[in-house]
């Protein structure tokens, strides 16, 4: 499967990794299994419910902004490469006007990695007074096309110093990669303190992308961002944080976690995961 795209990944990688998040690895997709229609239940990342999650803005003096988006997950998506997909809907939405509206298509492989397999997106372009102009598939891309190939948008467990692609997919410019920054943190969001999260750093190599923070609770998932950071990666403009319900994990649900995420150490230990690091 793999050595159809070798030619393309040798070059791309070169011209890539230059600008990359210091010292980021492409997942080796090629030893990874997946079983079908598995459910995508890492802590970090679990996609178990059709729950909507919404997520407002607020400016860098905490106000209010105008800047929303929200998750859902809508079942099956396309098979790509051989894997079945779970498929999210992301919109997004600026001064009550949407203006992206994206499918992202994720599996989970038997170690507990989430993968990340593209995305087909619909851009809304409006003028100054909020009148639809047009439209476009800017930054859409699939696995498989083009020489694409997933990344990881989740590892199986957490480690302060793992970079990674989360996308590959050079010629349609989507080439995103993360950074584990920081695990075990308590932190905020919209009045409410969320335990045990994690801090990534994303950034891309395509000119204009910003760096920026997510932050993930054990759990639930995605419960905030910080986007449009400054030279010292401090001050965002814009902070987004989860403020659709979302129930407490139960105590059972947490040992349920606790015990998924042991037996993942494990099984990642066995085969090699240690070389994902690198």
């Not at 030619?7 to 690895?25: H, R």
């Not at 929303?68 to 079945?84: A, C, D, K, N, W």
């Not at 998932?221 to 010292?232: S, Y």
Request: proline share 5%; charged share 15%; aromatic share 12%.
């Amino acid at each position: 499967m793999m050595n159809k795209f070798a030619t393309v990944l040798n070059i791309a990688l070169a011209a890539v990794c230059g600008n990359a998040t210091a010292a980021a690895s492409l997942p080796d997709f090629s030893s990874a299994t997946f079983l079908p229609g598995a459910a995508i239940s890492n802590p970090y990342y679990p996609l178990l419910d059709n729950a909507t999650k919404v997520y407002v803005s607020r400016d860098a003096d905490g106000n209010p902004a105008d800047e929303q988006f929200e998750f859902s997950r809508i079942g099956p998506g396309p098979t790509l490469l051989g894997v079945q997909t779970t498929n999210q809907r992301d919109r997004a939405f600026e001064g009550g006007l949407l203006v992206e509206d994206t499918f992202d298509y994720f599996a989970q492989d038997t170690v507990g990695n989430v993968w990340y397999f593209g995305e087909d997106v619909t851009n809304y372009v409006y003028d100054a007074g909020g009148n639809l102009l047009s439209t476009n598939s800017s930054s859409s891309w699939r696995a498989g096309v083009n020489g694409a190939l997933p990344g990881f948008i989740m590892p199986t467990v957490p480690i302060v110093g793992q970079s990674y692609f989360q996308e590959f997919a050079v010629i349609d410019q989507a080439v995103d990669q993360g950074e584990i920054t920081a695990i075990g943190l308590t932190i905020a969001f919209e009045g409410r303190s969320y335990s045990n999260a994690i801090q990534v750093f994303e950034t891309s190599s395509v000119p204009g992308v910003l760096p920026g923070f997510k932050y993930y609770a054990a759990g639930i998932g995605l419960i905030g961002a910080e986007e449009h950071l400054d030279v010292n990666l401090q001050n965002p403009e814009l902070t987004f944080g989860l403020i659709s319900a979302v129930p407490e994990p139960s105590l059972a649900v947490l040992f349920g976690l606790g015990l998924a995420m042991i037996g993942a150490v494990a099984r990642a230990r066995r085969r090699g995961f240690a070389n994902l690091q690198a």
